[in-house]
């Protein structure tokens, strides 16, 4: 049994085979066209992707357990909007820690912040009452 072609189109293509491609074609589960939009086959249905980025044949099937497990355990600071408040939670989240501990922070993007300068050690060193800190 065959299935239905679909034409992905309106994408950006990263494919080293067509560097202009916009558009893929993909029959039986297989890529079977790859090109410009103005020049796609006819298919059973038609994606547009929006400007969507597409990898063809791209596939990362390994995971980093160790750093899964770490960041479940660690500090998420994906809602900090600032130095003060990134010392508060490191500040919030090391007091619950022994400590010989080292505190684990992840997620925080200073390039959101109205003022994006980052604590100097120092502040972090007193914000984790001397445990180390990595971020």
Same mark, same amino acid.
């Not at 090109?35 to 791209?58: I, K």
């Not at 390994?62 to 900090?80: I, N, Y």
């Not at 919030?92 to 501990?101: R, S």
């Given at each position: 049994?065959?299935?239905?072609?679909?034409?992905?189109?309106?994408?950006?293509?990263?494919?080293?085979?067509?560097?202009?491609?916009?558009?893929?074609?993909?029959?039986?589960?297989?890529?079977?066209?790859?090109?410009?939009?103005?020049?796609?086959?006819?298919?059973?249905?038609?994606?547009?992707?929006?400007?969507?980025?597409?990898?063809?044949?791209?596939?990362?099937?390994?995971?980093?357990?160790?750093?899964?497990?770490?960041?479940?355990? =660690?500090? !998420?600071? /994906?809602?900090?909007?600032?130095?003060?408040?990134?010392?508060? @939670?490191?500040?919030?989240? *090391? +007091? %619950?820690?022994?400590?010989?501990?080292?505190?684990?922070?992840? =997620?925080? !993007?200073? /390039?959101?912040?109205?003022?994006?300068?980052?604590?100097?050690? @120092?502040?972090?060193?007193? *914000? +984790? %009452?001397?445990?180390?800190?990595?971020?």
């Amino acid at each position: 049994m065959t299935s239905p072609s679909i034409l992905y189109r309106g994408g950006v293509l990263h494919c080293p085979a067509d560097p202009r491609a916009t558009a893929l074609l993909v029959r039986d589960g297989r890529i079977a066209w790859l090109g410009v939009d103005a020049e796609a086959p006819a298919a059973d249905r038609v994606v547009d992707l929006d400007g969507a980025l597409v990898t063809p044949a791209f596939v990362d099937a390994h995971v980093h357990a160790t750093d899964t497990g770490l960041a479940l355990s =660690g500090l !998420d600071l /994906s809602g900090v909007r600032s130095a003060v408040q990134l010392l508060d @939670a490191v500040s919030v989240f *090391a +007091a %619950g820690l022994p400590g010989d501990a080292v505190v684990l922070g992840h =997620g925080w !993007d200073e /390039s959101s912040w109205g003022d994006p300068r980052l604590p100097d050690a @120092a502040a972090l060193d007193r *914000a +984790a %009452g001397g445990r180390r800190v990595y971020l």
